[in-house]
């Protein structure tokens, strides 16, 4: 994922028509040069979402049109949802940052002792990322993620002592979705639903409405079905399902202070510190961060076997956009950056 080069600025007196067509144009055009099965895609401008595009087919065998109800897979678009979750838990005052995961689950090696709630959400935890094929493919369902984390990783060593380094991690939110389990006594899912119910668990035992087909390039060329998978080894962190307008107004409603405090929401996006006292400049808790120009923004990418998903977030400015489709290894990135352009307007 690369971030965009371009420095944004108040977009002066360009209307809601004026950057829409062009977007609109834009995402055709690289829609149909890459093929994509299903696009879609919301544009924030001023705190407002200006313009909601969805192309393609979210069922290539059925023909079923993509449209703006169209829910995708996250994948680790699912990570600021649940920091924006657990930070919700904090303020109930079911959790707090530094508890210690035994705290919760006991059971765990004393190792991690240390592996506080904050170092999960940072990635400063040293748990594991996934070891191979095997554990991306995983067709296991897991009834809860306090047995997914049993079973997969907390046998395995820590990479590092807590709190030393910075290791990106799945897995580590998968931890955290267990503990949120023992903290309220219910399953992740019923965690969820109760506090950010537009999104939703990709959970292929359930029926779920209007959830797209996910697809991969076939070596012939054009695309074929992903393979399966179970995201019940990672729905905090890779497996949940959303529109990409519930996306971007969940952006905007954090932002706003409507789900999480302003307090909170300064603590949740304040860069972290290594045991050293080192800052780490991309990390916060669950978001990646960076600045142009005098402007903060706050951005996530996702990629897995049926999708690919970007979004960037300048809350400073109100202006964002929000990219989701159905396969694996469309190039999001430039499109991204030229949509972020177009919003900045003429220099």
Request: aromatic letters at 8%; a neutral charge.
């Given at each position: 994922m690369r971030v965009p080069t371009i420095a944004l600025a108040l977009m002066g007196s360009l209307t809601?028509?004026?950057?829409?067509?062009?977007?609109?144009?834009?995402?055709?055009?690289?829609?149909?040069?890459?093929?994509i099965p299903a696009i879609s895609l919301t544009v924030i401008r001023d705190n407002q979402i200006i313009c909601s595009i969805a192309l393609?087919?979210?069922?290539?065998?059925?023909?079923?049109?993509?449209?703006?109800?169209?829910?995708?897979?996250?994948?680790?678009?699912?990570?600021?949802?649940?920091?924006?979750?657990?930070?919700k838990l904090v303020e109930e005052g079911k959790i707090a940052l530094g508890?210690?995961?035994?705290?919760?689950?006991?059971?765990?090696?004393?190792?991690?002792?240390?592996?506080?709630?904050?170092?999960?959400?940072s990635h400063q935890?040293?748990?594991?990322?996934?070891s191979g094929l095997d554990e991306v493919f995983s067709t296991r369902h897991y009834a809860s993620l306090e047995e997914a984390a049993s079973s997969i990783f907390v046998k395995s060593p820590l990479l590092f002592e807590p709190g030393t380094k910075t290791a990106y991690t799945t897995y580590g939110y998968t931890l955290l979705g267990a503990v949120?389990?023992?903290?309220?006594?219910?399953?992740?899912?019923q965690i969820l639903g109760a506090r950010l119910p537009k999104f939703a668990l990709d959970d292929f035992e359930v029926l779920t409405p209007d959830r797209v087909r996910p697809y991969r390039k076939a070596s012939s060329g054009g695309w074929e079905n992903a393979p399966p998978f179970d995201a019940s080894n990672?729905?905090?962190?890779?497996?949940?399902?959303?529109?990409?307008?519930?996306?971007?107004?969940?952006?905007i409603q954090v932002s706003s202070g409507r789900i999480?405090?302003?307090n909170t929401i300064d603590e949740m996006w304040t860069r972290q510190k290594l045991t050293d006292g080192t800052v780490v400049p991309f990390a916060t808790l669950g978001w990646?961060?960076?600045?142009?120009?005098?402007?903060?923004?706050?951005?996530?990418?996702?990629?897995?076997?049926?999708?690919?998903?970007?979004?960037?977030?300048?809350?400073?400015?109100?202006?964002?956009?929000?990219i989701l489709c159905n396969a694996e290894g469309p190039d999001l990135d430039v499109l991204e950056e030229r949509i972020l352009a177009i919003l900045e307007g003429p220099k």
């Amino acid at each position: 994922m690369r971030v965009p080069t371009i420095a944004l600025a108040l977009m002066g007196s360009l209307t809601a028509a004026d950057l829409c067509g062009p977007i609109a144009s834009l995402v055709r055009a690289e829609w149909q040069k890459q093929a994509i099965p299903a696009i879609s895609l919301t544009v924030i401008r001023d705190n407002q979402i200006i313009c909601s595009i969805a192309l393609g087919l979210a069922d290539l065998e059925q023909g079923v049109p993509n449209t703006a109800k169209s829910r995708h897979r996250l994948a680790s678009l699912s990570k600021p949802v649940s920091a924006v979750l657990t930070m919700k838990l904090v303020e109930e005052g079911k959790i707090a940052l530094g508890d210690s995961v035994r705290k919760f689950m006991p059971a765990l090696p004393a190792e991690y002792e240390a592996v506080t709630v904050r170092r999960l959400l940072s990635h400063q935890s040293g748990i594991r990322e996934y070891s191979g094929l095997d554990e991306v493919f995983s067709t296991r369902h897991y009834a809860s993620l306090e047995e997914a984390a049993s079973s997969i990783f907390v046998k395995s060593p820590l990479l590092f002592e807590p709190g030393t380094k910075t290791a990106y991690t799945t897995y580590g939110y998968t931890l955290l979705g267990a503990v949120l389990e023992r903290a309220t006594g219910q399953p992740f899912r019923q965690i969820l639903g109760a506090r950010l119910p537009k999104f939703a668990l990709d959970d292929f035992e359930v029926l779920t409405p209007d959830r797209v087909r996910p697809y991969r390039k076939a070596s012939s060329g054009g695309w074929e079905n992903a393979p399966p998978f179970d995201a019940s080894n990672k729905y905090p962190g890779g497996g949940m399902i959303s529109t990409a307008a519930d996306y971007a107004d969940f952006l905007i409603q954090v932002s706003s202070g409507r789900i999480i405090r302003p307090n909170t929401i300064d603590e949740m996006w304040t860069r972290q510190k290594l045991t050293d006292g080192t800052v780490v400049p991309f990390a916060t808790l669950g978001w990646a961060t960076g600045t142009r120009g005098t402007h903060r923004f706050f951005t996530h990418g996702g990629l897995q076997p049926g999708t690919t998903a970007i979004m960037h977030w300048f809350p400073d400015l109100g202006v964002g956009c929000v990219i989701l489709c159905n396969a694996e290894g469309p190039d999001l990135d430039v499109l991204e950056e030229r949509i972020l352009a177009i919003l900045e307007g003429p220099k």
